[in-house]
C-alpha cells in the first residue's frame, strides 16, 4: 500500500532532496508539503501550505519533521492529535519532551521515530560508543555545530548521551560541582554524561566520544561533511517502519535490523 506523507520544512536544506526523493519512491506518495516562506507555491507535485494544520486538512500516513528547534515539538503534537505518524528529523527536543510525546503517540496509537541525527554512520558511531560503554567506565562528548546553530547540545549529542544511559552512566571521579574555577568549564551533565558543544564558522555538523582509561583512549567521530544526501535513506528507512510501532522510538539502529 502506497504511503503518503507530508514533509515539514519542505523547502530546507534536507527537506526540499527529500520531498524529491518521496515522489521518487515506487511506494511513497508526497501529498503534503509545509513551508511559510514558500507557501502557494508547487514543489513534486504538491502545493506548499503555510502551516502544519492546513496541510493535515488532507491527511497522510506519515508527517516527516525537518524545521527547527523552536517549532518541532508543536508541529509533533499536532500531527499526533491528528492521529499521523510522524519521523522527527528536527533537534531540539528534551528528554522531558521526548516523554510527553510518547505519553500522546501512545493515547493516539500512533507511532513516532526520533534519530538525533538520520546519517547512517552517525547510527553507527552511536552503536559502537554504546558497545564501548560496556567495557570502558570514562568517557566525555563534544558536540560540533556553526555558529548560527541554535540549539546546544545538538540533538545528535542529545541521542548519544540518552542511548550511553542506557547501558550506564560514566563514572566521574571528581563531580562538575566540586571543582575549583569555572563550573561551566566541564560542560553540562546530560544524562550523566559531561558534553560539551562547540560553535564556530567553518563547522557543519560533527560528534566525538572519548573513551578514556589507563594508559590508552578511544576515540569515535561523526562528521557531516555538509551534504544532506547523508540524511535521506535514514529518513525514507524510517517513513517505512514508522506505522509498524506504537509510542516512541528513540535511535534508528532499533528499526535498522
Not at 508527517?63 to 492529535?81: F, H, Q, S
Not at 552517525?122 to 556553526?146: M, N, P, T
Request: with cysteine; glycine share 10%.
Amino acid at each position: 500500500m502506497t504511503i503518503r506523507v507530508c514533509v515539514t520544512g519542505a523547502t530546507g536544506w534536507v527537506g526540499k532532496p527529500l520531498c524529491e526523493a518521496i515522489a521518487a519512491a515506487d511506494e511513497m506518495t508526497l501529498t503534503g508539503a509545509v513551508s511559510r516562506s514558500a507557501a502557494g507555491q508547487h514543489l513534486d507535485g504538491v502545493t506548499i501550505a503555510a502551516t502544519v494544520a492546513e496541510a493535515l486538512e488532507s491527511p497522510p500516513d506519515v508527517l516527516v519533521d525537518y524545521t527547527k528547534a523552536d517549532v518541532v515539538k508543536d508541529i509533533v503534537m499536532t500531527a499526533i492529535e491528528r492521529g499521523v505518524h510522524v519521523v522527527i528529523g528536527s533537534s531540539g527536543l528534551t528528554d522531558e519532551d521526548f516523554d510527553e510525546i510518547d505519553r500522546a503517540a501512545r493515547e493516539k496509537n500512533v507511532g513516532v521515530i526520533a534519530a538525533g541525527n538520520f546519517a547512517i554512520t552517525a547510527i553507527l558511531l552511536q552503536r559502537f560508543a554504546c558497545e564501548a560503554a560496556k567495557y570502558l567506565s570514562h568517557w566525555e562528548i563534544v558536540d560540533y555545530g556553526w555558529e548560527g546553530k541554535p540549539d546546544a547540545p545538538s540533538g545528535t549529542a542529545r541521542e548519544l548521551a540518552y542511548r550511553l544511559a542506557e547501558v550506564r552512566k560514566p563514572t566521574i571521579d571528581y563531580p562538575a560541582k566540586d571543582i575549583m574555577g569555572e563550573k561551566e568549564a566541564r560542560g553540562a551533565s546530560l544524562n550523566g554524561t559531561q558534553v560539551h558543544s562547540v560553535r564556530l564558522p567553518g563547522y557543519s555538523s560533527s560528534v566525538d566520544i572519548t573513551f578514556g582509561a589507563p594508559g590508552e583512549r578511544l576515540y569515535l567521530r561523526h562528521d557531516g561533511l555538509g551534504d544532506a544526501a547523508a540524511y535521506i535513506d535514514g529518513t525514507m528507512l524510517a517513513i517505512r517502519k514508522v506505522r509498524e510501532h506504537v509510542g516512541l522510538v528513540r535511535g534508528l539502529d532499533k528499526i535498522m535490523d
